[in-house]
């Protein structure tokens, strides 16, 4: 596991998807979602599954269906305050998107078991054909792998986040001011004298 980044692609992701269409309180969710899948750690803890089981670590909290599941919550919850409801897709989207960024930043790293990525089809372990981080012998904790992290997942997630952001930035500024807007500048509803 990333012991101390697993929260940053869900702050990259906010940054190029902005807060026009994720609003900020939803960033703090993303954030949440990103670290909570490791909680799985309790259920083995509590003697409910094995280490290696579906519901032991790595397991269903560590797959898509988790991804699905979440994204349907979140996409209610937006679609019931009117003032979300329009971008409901948007914030269901993020909140999947942070979820798999948990598993993606699991696998890439080249040690512990691999995730459960297809539950609820089945719980056997998946693991990514491509491991590049190197991890093998660093202890969980300590200055040593938080520069590795930073080095391997924190440079690869800012230079997506600045281009991301970049590249938003100058769709947004091609495009021309929102209808709606518009339309309200050239009726005002109260005219004051
Ligand atoms: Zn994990």
């Not at 990333?2 to 702050?11: D, E, N």
């Not at 040593?144 to 440079?155: A, K």
Request: charged share 15%; glycine share 10%.
């Amino acid at each position: 596991m990333a012991t101390y980044l697993h929260v940053a692609p869900a702050l990259a992701l906010a940054v190029v998807i902005g807060p026009q269409r994720v609003p900020w309180p939803w960033w703090l969710v993303g954030a949440l979602v990103a670290v909570a899948p490791d909680a799985d750690m309790l259920l083995v803890r509590w003697h409910i599954d094995v280490y290696g089981g579906t519901y032991g670590h790595r397991g269903f909290t560590h797959s898509l269906g988790m991804a699905a599941l979440l994204a349907c919550a979140a996409w209610l919850v937006a679609r019931a305050r009117p003032k979300q409801r329009a971008r409901s897709g948007w914030i269901a989207a993020y909140i999947s998107l942070c979820l798999l960024s948990h598993p993606l930043l699991d696998g890439v790293i080249n040690r512990g078991i691999c995730s459960a990525w297809l539950w609820p089809l089945h719980g056997e372990r998946l693991c990514l054909p491509w491991r590049p981080v190197p991890m093998a012998g660093v202890p969980l904790f300590g200055a040593e792998r938080l520069g590795r992290e930073l080095l391997w997942l924190g440079t690869p997630l800012l230079c997506v986040s600045a281009l991301g952001w970049g590249l938003r930035r100058l769709i947004m500024a091609g495009c021309p001011a929102e209808p709606k807007r518009r339309e309200t500048e050239r009726h005002p509803r109260h005219r004051h004298p």
